[in-house]
């Protein structure tokens, strides 16, 4: 581009006032550091992952990094989560999060820094762990973040505050944080923001939705009472693999047939357990179920027709009325994730001004995966945006095109990521970010 009388005076101003790098420079700076430092501090976060709300070593390790960074770190927020705040003059308060857990995941990405680590699980067994989600580079990203923004301070104002949570994975991490009172603590963020690697997308791409990024969950269980009775002798009794069978394909028509048809929602009944013995009908059958919305109104008439459907079937079967079919909506379910459209349409134009208009990478969502990180922002409400960060070499893409290995996806024990690119880019768009923020 040749340089135009206002971008020249517009570098000079800027070089007067001491004031913004350009693109350019802060890539460079980036891809420098990631050299010097973050490429290694990868590599540990790689090799020793640890399952949720056992991220001791690596919520030790981000917070000594983040101290030698220049940020006031309190751990043990939330159990092994971390706050680090940067005063910086005033103006606005921004959080920036990364989730730091693995997964219960043998790693056979055939990596050099493949994890060998395992560690006792919830139950007491000794499983791998692996970090199959790709959370490595979010907290590599943080670092790496968190230098850029101190080495820069003369190009913002305000409050960054940088989030290390635990327990993404189990959807709990967020919601135990908020339990520990960390706007009261810390203060309420004006604006929040976090990234997702994606393995689905090609590196060099983000992310970035005016909508909703991530589906809410729930949690469904429903315990079945059936009459038991000896399996020769059906009519003695009311048999609730028959009643479960039938309220597992009359789910099926909730979606189907009470959901408007723009309206996306899922019910999987992903648990089916019920009886003992090939001539015994058994008494009772539980079905575990994951629900999924895009909003308020959907979650209301998916739980609604689970909890009718449930227990009008149990009054077809002939059951009592005590003894229909019990529905029980666990209270760990998340809410949707989604995208403040302002904040999200202002990222998005500091985002393409600086890395280029084909910069995002455009496709609809086709699952309803969910996140934890609206428990930081719905309730009070933060605006916040929640982009995605491509994993994977568009080579791979072709390859898998072309008959050769597919692409493996997030949580098997084959997932890998291009870690430099994923981290750098990660760096570069949540730094924009942050500046375009901060300012007084
Ligand atoms: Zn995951
Ligand atoms: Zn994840």
Wanted: overall charge negative; glycine content about 10%; hydrophobic content about 40%.
């Amino acid at each position: 581009m040749r340089p135009t009388l206002t971008t020249l005076l517009l570098a000079t101003t800027l070089m007067a006032t001491g004031g913004s790098a350009t693109a350019g420079d802060l890539a460079a700076a980036i891809e420098q550091d990631y050299k010097a430092h973050l490429a290694d501090l990868f590599d540990y976060f790689h090799r020793n992952p640890e399952l949720s709300m056992m991220e001791h070593n690596t919520a030790a390790r981000l917070a000594s990094e983040l101290r030698d960074a220049g940020y006031e770190v309190t751990e043990g927020v939330g159990d092994t989560g971390l706050v680090a705040i940067m005063k910086n003059g005033p103006g606005p308060l921004v959080m920036m999060r990364a989730d730091m857990d693995g997964l219960p995941v043998q790693e056979k990405s055939g990596l050099a820094n493949a994890s060998k680590a395992q560690q006792e699980d919830w139950d007491g067994n000794l499983v791998y762990v692996m970090h199959a989600c790709g959370h490595d580079t979010h907290i590599t990203g943080l670092v790496g973040t968190a230098r850029r923004m101190a080495a820069s301070r003369d190009e913002w104002s305000g409050t960054l505050m940088l989030i290390g949570q635990p327990a993404e994975e189990r959807v709990g991490g967020a919601k135990i944080m908020m339990q520990d009172d960390i706007w009261d603590r810390f203060g309420k963020p004006d604006y929040a923001m976090a990234f997702h690697v994606n393995s689905n997308v090609p590196t060099g791409k983000l992310v970035a939705v005016v909508d909703s990024p991530y589906s809410g969950a729930d949690t469904v269980d429903i315990i079945i009472h059936g009459i038991g009775a000896h399996g020769a002798y059906p009519h003695r009794g009311v048999d609730p693999v028959v009643l479960g069978s039938q309220i597992v394909l009359a789910l099926q028509t909730v979606v189907s047939r009470t959901l408007p048809p723009r309206a996306a929602g899922v019910i999987t009944v992903g648990s089916f357990h019920a009886g003992t013995k090939h001539n015994i009908i058994s008494d009772r059958a539980h079905l575990q179920l994951t629900v999924r919305n895009d909003n308020f109104e959907t979650r209301q008439i998916l739980l609604g027709g689970i909890k009718r459907v449930a227990q009008n079937m149990g009054r077809v079967a002939g059951l009592p009325e005590d003894k229909l079919p019990e529905v029980i909506v666990s209270d760990e379910g998340v809410p949707p994730t989604i995208n403040d459209m302002e904040l999200t349409r202002r990222l998005r134009s500091v985002w393409s001004a600086a890395l280029g208009e084909d910069i995002f990478h455009e496709e609809k969502r086709l699952g309803m995966g969910a996140e934890d990180f609206p428990f930081f922002t719905v309730d009070p409400y933060i605006p916040s945006t929640y982009f995605g960060v491509g994993g994977t070499p568009q080579a791979d893409f072709d390859r898998e095109k072309a008959g050769g290995a597919p692409v493996p996806s997030h949580h098997s024990p084959l997932f890998k990521v291009d870690a430099e690119s994923s981290i750098r880019l990660g760096v570069e768009a949540t730094v924009l970010g942050l500046k375009e923020l901060l300012q007084e």
